[in-house]
């Protein structure tokens, strides 16, 4: 830039890059905000919509496993057709991550 050294020049350039950064990177949890995943467990008896950010918006639950299963079974299909959504949402945000580009240095740690 003219009139400001060079080092001057450089830092604006990052602060730059930094905002066009967190702005991407908040677009990036809006978009994810609205992408759906959909898990099951127990042969679909339980199921579980979660957003792209791993928040669980639904849980359904076919009426027929209340006749057959107590609620520790019950307990333990909820718990993992979540993780298994919470985890493909942590999926989801490190492979959107990745196409978010990085800063020009390595982090400080």
Known sequence: MAGQPDGMADLQQLFQLGQQMQGRLQELQTELAGRTIETTAGGGMVRVTADGRGTVRSVTIEPAIFERHD????????????????????????SEMRKVPSLPFPPPF
């Open 71 to 94: 609620a520790e079974f019950l307990g333990d299909l909820v718990l993992a057709a979540v993780a298994e959504a919470q985890r493909r949402a942590a999926e989801l945000l490190q």
